[in-house]
């Protein structure tokens, strides 16, 4: 056989691999191209809204302008600029920020502390401690609401920036325990040894090799944890009350549309207005999102 009908036979054979490895993987794609536009299709519909007139949003679905698409005439920023300019919103922004980022760096550093405890150090009662952290993954928050609200009162925290921290970090600290123990207990056990030998105590270790290797799984937990506290508005309405100097976006939100609903008109908008910090931080942490969700949770 010659050179060129050998050339010939082996593209022929990689084209008939290709296409029985697509062919194979086809329905995969179908099915997973389907599930992304039903996902994405509130999201589509919500940004629609969010563009369109009072009185258009009263007559029709959001699906009509599907039928003229570039017919900007049905579009109009209104609702987006009543959101942004309302009184209070750039402070209610500022707030946002005060509680999210030190309601996400303090149980961050607790937990990575607590994870490391549990998956390196001996102590009594080890196993026991961290089964008993687990299985406070299972009790609502909402049980707890009135029980700290009542300390909170007695205390002098209600209302303040320091409780709704403190709330955020009780409610947050048992998942991020959870996650990067796991994580951090499958790092390789000749790598802690190797440390001790060298010296190294408890401290040094933690520093200059844990914190670097759990990277992943922080920044993962970050991600959940910021995100939970930036959309909150439960425990910031329980918490903080009726404070307008601290109040967050979510209670500014509330309060523009009203008890009744009279202003409904501007969720829309404000739903896609306090979506832009949180999909800045997921797309910023998004390729150390995946790799530590998936040690944490499988791996221990």
């Known amino acids: 056989m010659s050179k060129k009908h050998y050339r010939r036979n082996v593209t022929a054979k990689r084209l008939s691999q290709q296409l029985q490895k697509f062919l194979t993987s086809l329905p995969v794609h179908i099915v997973l191209i389907v599930i992304s536009l039903i996902w994405t299709l509130p999201t589509v519909g919500l940004l629609i809204s969010s563009l369109r007139h009072r009185d258009d949003l009263l007559k029709t679905g959001w699906w009509k302008v599907l039928q003229h698409p570039f017919d900007f005439t049905q579009y109009q920023l209104g609702n987006y600029i009543e959101v942004i300019s309302a009184e209070g919103m750039g402070q209610a922004f500022l707030n946002s920020f005060a509680i999210a980022i030190p309601a996400t760096v303090i149980p961050i550093a607790i937990a990575t502390f607590a994870a490391y405890a549990f998956a390196w150090m001996k102590f009594p009662g080890r196993q026991l401690l961290f089964i008993t952290v687990v299985g406070l993954l299972v009790v609502p928050l909402q049980m707890t609401l009135i029980p700290v609200l009542r300390?909170?009162?007695?205390?002098?925290?209600?209302?303040?920036l320091v409780g709704i921290w403190l709330a955020h970090t009780g409610y947050g600290l048992p998942l991020g325990i959870y996650l990067l123990?796991?994580?951090?207990?499958?790092?390789?056990?000749?790598?802690?040894?190797?440390?001790?030998?060298?010296?190294?105590?408890?401290?040094?270790?933690?520093?200059r090799l844990i914190v670097p290797l759990s990277l992943p799984a922080i920044a993962s937990f970050?991600?959940?944890?910021?995100?939970?506290?930036?959309?909150?508005?439960?425990?910031?309405?329980?918490?903080?009350?009726?404070?307008?100097?601290?109040?967050?976006?979510?209670?500014?939100?509330?309060?523009?549309?009203?008890s009744r609903g009279e202003a409904w008109q501007i969720l829309?908008?404000?739903?896609?207005?306090?979506?832009?910090?949180?999909?800045?931080?997921?797309?910023?942490?998004?390729?150390?999102?995946?790799?530590g969700i998936l040690a944490g949770s499988v791996k221990g």
């Open 151 to 160: 300390a909170y009162n007695q205390f002098g925290l209600s209302g303040t």
């Open 222 to 258: 970050a991600v959940f944890q910021f995100l939970w506290v930036w959309n909150d508005l439960l425990v910031a309405l329980v918490y903080l009350g009726g404070t307008p100097e601290v109040a967050p976006l979510t209670m500014r939100l509330t309060s523009m549309v009203g």
């Open 181 to 207: 123990r796991n994580y951090i207990g499958s790092l390789p056990k000749d790598l802690m040894e190797a440390a001790a030998v060298d010296g190294a105590s408890h401290l040094t270790t933690f520093t």
């Open 268 to 291: 829309t908008s404000g739903a896609f207005v306090t979506m832009i910090v949180p999909l800045i931080v997921f797309f910023a942490l998004q390729r150390y999102f995946v790799r």
